[in-house]
């Protein structure tokens, strides 16, 4: 099922730890808190008639439950899946259901260039797009993705 940014807002989707962001590991992640993340997206999807919807969770099952729900009520998921990317297998088989909906994911850090085992993302394997190491502005480069890819299905 497919929405339009007027009727339908973007999911972004955050994993865990996440919440703990501006506090956690700063020379990694940054000193920007979760609530900014949201506010520089909900800025961003505005520039274009959209609006965010944004959630975070420690939980793999939460997680899932929203990613069903937004198959029936979002135009799009921006997900930052952080750990969950490289073990959940769980997380793509939800957003493989996503038929039709754009799904960026995101991540803060170049997971590319830190431990070995955080060069896989299962996520990736249904992403439309990966944005790794733009610091929280990846986050705004994703929004700007699911509006184009929103629009272009819409022509």
């Given at each position: 099922?497919?929405?339009?940014?007027?009727?339908?807002?973007?999911?972004?989707?955050?994993?865990?730890?996440?919440?703990?962001?501006?506090?956690?590991q700063?020379?990694?992640?940054?000193?920007?808190?979760?609530?900014?993340?949201e506010?520089?997206?909900?800025?961003?999807?505005?520039?274009?008639?959209?609006?965010?919807?944004?959630?975070?969770?420690?939980?793999?099952?939460?997680?899932?439950?929203?990613?069903?729900?937004?198959?029936?009520?979002?135009?799009?998921?921006?997900?930052n899946?952080?750990?969950?990317?490289?073990?959940?297998?769980?997380?793509?088989?939800?957003?493989?259901?996503?038929?039709g909906?754009?799904?960026?994911?995101?991540?803060?850090?170049?997971?590319?260039?830190?431990?070995?085992?955080?060069?896989?993302?299962?996520?990736?394997?249904?992403?439309?797009?990966?944005?790794?190491?733009?610091?929280?502005?990846?986050?705004?480069?994703?929004?700007?993705?699911?509006?184009?890819?929103?629009?272009?299905?819409?022509?």
């Amino acid at each position: 099922m497919s929405h339009t940014l007027e009727t339908a807002p973007i999911m972004i989707l955050n994993g865990p730890n996440l919440n703990l962001l501006g506090r956690r590991q700063p020379e990694i992640y940054g000193t920007d808190t979760l609530a900014d993340i949201e506010a520089l997206c909900e800025r961003t999807a505005r520039t274009h008639g959209a609006t965010c919807d944004a959630r975070q969770s420690n939980h793999e099952g939460r997680l899932i439950d929203w990613i069903h729900e937004a198959r029936e009520s979002h135009a799009g998921i921006v997900i930052n899946p952080a750990a969950y990317s490289h073990t959940s297998v769980a997380l793509l088989d939800a957003l493989n259901v996503c038929d039709g909906m754009p799904v960026i994911e995101v991540h803060i850090s170049n997971i590319h260039q830190r431990e070995e085992f955080r060069h896989h993302s299962y996520v990736s394997h249904r992403a439309d797009g990966v944005i790794a190491g733009c610091g929280v502005q990846g986050y705004a480069f994703a929004v700007e993705r699911v509006v184009a890819l929103v629009k272009a299905a819409g022509e």
